[in-house]
């Protein structure tokens, strides 16, 4: 079964540090390699948005608000993606969910909640 799963969400006060982990269960590294991979995440109300993404080639590309404070990495060999967020805001809480293109379809994750208090 293929599927992403993510991990590392929690409760952190503002300042504080995170690192997201996206797991590409049940890929063959055949298809994960070339993938390109991203972050998304959605704040209660708001729709879903763009936060990072990684192209195969290990190029980054990151949402204006979380420049400079997130990174994204990936880490073909274990088949995972992390999110290294710092230096994290209030308005950074929301619902974290690894994305990608793979196997004919759009995958999500199930999502990781970071919350984030003042």
């Known amino acids: 079964q293929v599927r992403l799963v993510e991990s590392g969400g929690g409760l952190v006060q503002a300042g504080g540090s995170l690192r997201l982990s996206c797991k590409a269960s049940g890929f063959i590294s055949s298809v994960f390699n070339p993938s390109d991979m991203a972050w998304y995440r959605q704040a209660p109300g708001n729709q879903r948005e763009l936060v990072a993404n990684i192209t195969s080639g290990g190029v980054t590309d990151y949402a204006g608000s979380v420049s400079g404070r997130f990174t994204i990495s990936r880490d073909n060999a274990n088949k995972r993606v992390y999110l290294q967020m710092n230096n994290l805001k209030v308005e950074d809480t929301g619902i974290y969910y690894c994305?990608?293109?793979?196997?004919?379809?759009?995958?999500w994750g199930q999502g990781t909640q970071v919350t984030v208090s003042s």
């Open positions: 994305n990608t293109k793979a196997y004919g379809r759009v995958l």
